[in-house]
């Protein structure tokens, strides 16, 4: 009986603890409850109207949270709705409903297509890749790495003109520098692999009379083989053959270059830790 009346009176004071811990914070911010709740919800929003939606956890990340269940309760409050995924991991995808739309739509700078209304269009092959898009994005703003962040849906137009690479993410600094995010999950082969290069070399390109279109290209992978592969075939003299249509629709090799020398300096590699 004393044991269990010791763990009761720890795990009130942990809550205690934790409670006014809670209420530092909001004196410090010198904003009410209500405001801050508005603030949480508006970013929230706003996060999943930008990438088209999310997860729990990621939510908790984006907020800063202790605990998990911010998304659900916005959901049962009518802004969110949650759709069980076909592998499990996540359980759920959290995408606006339409009343978060037009929340997201009031306080958006800029609008965008929101096909997510409609959470069964969701490709549910590429939700892993997105949701480590998503994690690695929030780990660069918390480090003060990046300032700001554009998904495909933001610059879908312009990344859509013929043999323009189109990075997963961009990454926005403070000194105005832009970043292409690439996330590799699986390892691109022969054709694939030489127009994903040759492409990050447009990109990176400038000339007196164009701009690069990116600063840099980071390459994120949970491969050391894919991290490996790609680092050698961006070395220095590497060939790296061109690929065109023939009149049938055909493939083949146009011509072959070598790799510039200054490529792989522009070009970042980093391993994803699990």
């Known amino acids: 009986m004393t044991n269990h009346m010791n763990e009761a009176t720890k795990e009130l004071t942990k809550t205690e603890v934790q409670l006014a811990a809670a209420r530092e914070v909001l004196a410090a911010t010198g904003k ?74 009031r306080y958006s700078g800029d609008l965008y297509r929101y096909p ?38 933001m610059f879908s137009q312009v990344a859509d003109a013929p043999r323009i690479k189109r990075p997963d993410i961009v990454w926005l600094t403070q000194s105005k520098r832009r970043f292409a995010i690439e996330i590799e999950l699986s390892k691109k082969w022969d054709r694939d692999l030489d127009t994903f290069i040759f492409t990050i070399l447009k990109a990176l390109h400038s000339s007196k009379r164009k701009a690069a279109r990116f600063d840099r290209f980071i390459v994120f992978t949970e491969s050391p083989a894919i991290m490996n592969t790609y680092q050698q075939s961006m070395q220095p003299g590497s060939k790296l053959n061109i690929w065109r249509k023939n009149k049938r629709g055909h493939w083949f090799i146009a011509r072959t270059i070598k790799v510039p020398s200054w490529l ?5 590699f980093k391993l994803i830790k699990r």
């Open 32 to 105: 009410s409850p209500r405001q801050l709740g508005q603030e949480s919800r508006i970013k929230v929003i706003n996060w999943i109207y930008r990438w088209g939606y999310s997860s729990s956890s990621i939510i908790q990340d984006l907020l800063g949270r202790t605990s998990a269940g911010y998304a659900h309760k916005l959901m049962k409050q009518g802004w969110l709705v949650a759709t069980k995924t076909i592998s499990g991991a996540p359980e759920v995808i959290f995408t606006l409903s339409e009343l978060g739309l037009q929340e997201a739509e």
């Open 116 to 153: 997510d209304l409609d959470p069964y269009k969701v490709n549910q092959l590429q939700i892993r890749h997105y949701l480590l898009a998503q994690s690695t994005t929030i780990n660069a703003i918390n480090s003060g790495t990046i300032v700001d962040f554009e998904t495909e849906r």
């Open 264 to 268: 792989i300096g522009k070009v970042d």
